[in-house]
Nanobody
Framework: QAQLVESGGGSVQAGGSLRLSCAASGRTSSSPAMGWFRQAPGKEREFVAAIMRNNGNTYYANSVKGRFTISRDNAKNTVYLQMNSLKPEDTAVYYC???????????????????WGQGTQVTVSS
């Protein structure tokens, strides 16, 4: 059974840091790409970061580049999102996602991802 379980969310003041974890099991463990997305109240879900399974290449949204780092531990089937220099506009529910088997390279598109976690809340206060 495919499953993604996020953890590590919470409340932090602006400038602080959080580390999100996403434990993958079942089919998600061999997914060609893993991504993090976020959704703020009243807004659409947006791409944050992605990491490729075969070569470890990483990709970031411009809004988080230089502040967030995505990584993975294949032995633990876990993907991480280290978030530094957090801003109030980073407040959202963060979702981990695993790409479909026939992944076509659109790492920032939600339709490439077929498995989603339940989400974890990140709140940044000013």
């Amino acid at each position: 059974q495919a499953q993604l379980v996020e953890s590590g969310g919470g409340s932090v003041q602006a400038g602080g840091s959080l580390r999100l974890s996403c434990a993958a099991s079942g089919r998600t463990s061999s997914s060609p790409a893993m991504g993090w997305f976020r959704q703020a109240p009243g807004k659409e879900r947006e791409f944050v970061a992605a990491i490729m399974r075969n070569n470890g290449n990483t990709y970031y949204a411009n809004s988080v580049k230089g502040r967030f780092t995505i990584s993975r531990d294949n032995a633990k089937n876990t993907v991480y999102l280290q978030m530094n220099s957090l801003k109030p506009e980073d407040t959202a529910v963060y979702y981990c996602a695993a790409a479909r088997a026939l992944y076509s390279g659109n790492y920032d598109s939600t339709w490439e991802y077929v498995y989603w976690g339940q989400g974890t809340q990140v709140t940044v206060s000013s």
